[in-house]
């Protein structure tokens, strides 16, 4: 593929990019790939844990002090989805430059990030469940739904 510098020098793209990230940042982008994937799995597994105790102590909003855990576990929730968010994007984008580099052999780093979004769709069945629990009263209900709300229609919480 070839492209026109100032219309003057012809300059194979694959050559030039190369000259941007030599042996050593291509090194960098492999480890930062990885090291953004796995602390991704992490977060995962550390949310995958806390909604799973949520739910084995609260099987239905009873009193406030259930609602109380429910806004602490949304909230720890929003916050740890958003960091997961700027990790994956990150991620993928170390990857995809590092496959650019490295060409058909860098394909297969996409697995990684393949299993973080897995893990990441694993916390998603839980974060449902946790949103479809019985309430005792309509004041908890009340309270409850507008959490839930807002879980799932805003970045950051506001209760």
């Known amino acids: 593929m070839q492209f026109q510098v100032y219309k003057k020098y012809s300059v194979n793209f694959w050559q030039q990019f190369r000259q941007l990230f030599p ?14 994937s796995l602390l991704s799995i992490a977060l995962s597994f ?9 739910l084995q102590e609260n099987t239905a909003i009873a009193n406030e002090k259930s609602l109380e855990a429910y806004k602490n576990l949304v909230r720890l929730d929003m916050y740890i ?5 700027i990790l994956l994007f990150c991620a993928f984008a170390s990857c995809i430059t ?11 780093s996409l697995f990684l990030l393949g299993f973080a979004v897995s893990f990441a769709k694993q916390v998603g069945e839980l974060e449902e469940k946790a949103r479809t629990l019985d309430c005792v009263n309509n004041e908890l209900e009340s309270q ?5 709300h807002t879980w799932q229609k805003k970045a950051l919480p506001d209760f």
């Open 23 to 36: 042996r050593g940042k291509t090194m960098f982008l492999r480890f930062a790939y990885i090291g953004l």
């Open 46 to 54: 550390y949310l995958k844990s806390k909604l799973e105790g949520f």
């Open 81 to 85: 989805v958003l960091t997961q968010i």
């Open 98 to 108: 590092y496959i650019f580099y490295q060409g058909f052999r860098g394909v297969f």
């Open 144 to 148: 409850y739904k507008k959490i839930s």
